[in-house]
């Protein structure tokens, strides 16, 4: 049985069209599921009792389930359990521009990035486009407030689940439901360069963010395990093609390893990789774990490198920390608990 926020707006009225009803009960129904928040096809009053129970028996209704809630500075830390056990996690930030929620697209991840929880566990399998939204809804019934922003950058490769993050993309930013602008919306890939062809090909504003994390490949393959399928060299004319091909901005997530790719040496080279390129740096200070021997970078080492980056004409920022009272790091609820 398909859980009913699997549905786009457009599958529904093609659904509603074929049991002989009206498309705009696909309006309704998305209005009750993300206007309203119903939580039972009953509830929706607007509608004869006999098309409310056909869609009980013909829909799940079912939602994740909210395990733990870590409270921090700003940060709430959630891990979820899904209808078959498995556990996925997300990340709340309050920012003074809005509310964002960092999302997992998958029980696992098979990228094994060498500083990265997530990689630690494998993965299971692709969350369903349901379990993605739901995350959200989940989220904002906890809170009583409206998340403005979303980045899928949590548990997972988005684009090595496209169709369901596509899937959960356009659910969200339909205005019958969630509402949420794709402009405020951000897919972080580790450089899945397949994904990134069909990406650039899609319709909307959606951001594309780059995990780059090292400017050279040698560095990067070690850090990296996808950039020996994918270079830098090929990495770069894809993203270059994106931008030409959409106008818009890339960002590079950068992490900042201590003496591993924080020197000026590292600053200069990802200075030549980046410049003249429609896109900014953003640096990261590392979330430390108990499990890798990864330490944050010193902020004054983070500042030079800044420094270096801005002075060179690289749009850069430094992301503000949430994560210091809460397992922060991404997965690292997740791999507590397993």
Same mark, same amino acid.
């Given at each position: 049985m398909r859980n009913i926020y699997d549905l786009t707006l457009e599958e529904?009225?093609?659904?509603f069209l074929q049991i002989g009803?009206? /498309?705009?009960?696909?309006?309704?129904l998305y209005e009750g599921l993300y206007k309203k928040r119903f939580s039972s096809f009953y509830e929706m009053t607007n509608i004869s009792k006999d098309l409310r129970e056909k869609l009980t028996n013909t829909f799940s209704f079912y939602h994740i389930k909210l395990l733990v809630k870590q409270k921090g500075d700003n940060v709430n830390k959630y891990l979820f359990e899904l209808e078959d056990g498995n556990k996925i996690e997300s990340v709340l930030m309050f920012h003074n521009y809005g509310i964002s929620i960092c999302v997992s697209s998958q029980v696992g991840c098979n990228m094994t990035c060498a500083f990265c929880e997530s990689g630690r566990l494998k993965k299971v399998r692709d969350l369903l486009a349901y379990e993605i939204v739901q995350q959200i809804l989940t989220i904002e019934q906890d809170i009583q407030k409206r998340i403005t922003h979303v980045v899928v950058m949590g548990i997972g490769e988005p684009f090595d689940n496209y169709d369901n993050v596509m899937r959960f993309i356009k659910i969200i930013n339909c205005n019958k439901g969630i509402d949420i602008g794709s402009r405020h919306i951000t897919i972080s890939?580790? =450089?899945?360069?397949p994904g990134i062809k069909k990406f650039m090909n899609e319709k909307g504003q959606v951001?594309? /963010?780059?995990?780059l994390h090292a400017p050279n490949d040698t560095?990067?393959?070690?850090?990296?395990?996808i950039n020996r399928a994918y270079k830098l060299d090929e990495l770069m004319k894809t993203i270059n093609e994106y931008i030409r091909k959409t106008n818009r901005r890339v960002t590079f997530e950068y992490i900042m390893l201590e003496g591993i790719n924080d020197s000026e040496k590292e600053a200069n080279e990802l200075i030549n990789l980046?410049? =003249?390129m429609n896109c900014y740096v953003n640096l990261i200070p590392y979330n430390e774990t108990e499990n890798t021997s990864f330490k944050r970078t010193k902020e004054w080492k983070i500042l030079k490198f800044y420094?270096?980056?801005?002075?060179?004409?690289?749009?850069?920022?430094?992301?503000?920390?949430? =994560? =210091?009272?809460?397992? /922060?790091a991404c997965g690292q609820l997740r791999a507590k608990t397993e």
């Open positions: 529904l009225e093609q659904y009803e009206k /498309a705009f009960r696909a309006s309704q890939t580790c =450089g899945v360069i951001n594309l /963010a780059i995990s560095l990067r393959s070690k850090l990296m395990p980046l410049k =003249g420094d270096i980056l801005k002075s060179n004409k690289i749009n850069v920022t430094i992301r503000k920390e949430f =994560g =210091g009272s809460v397992d /922060a």
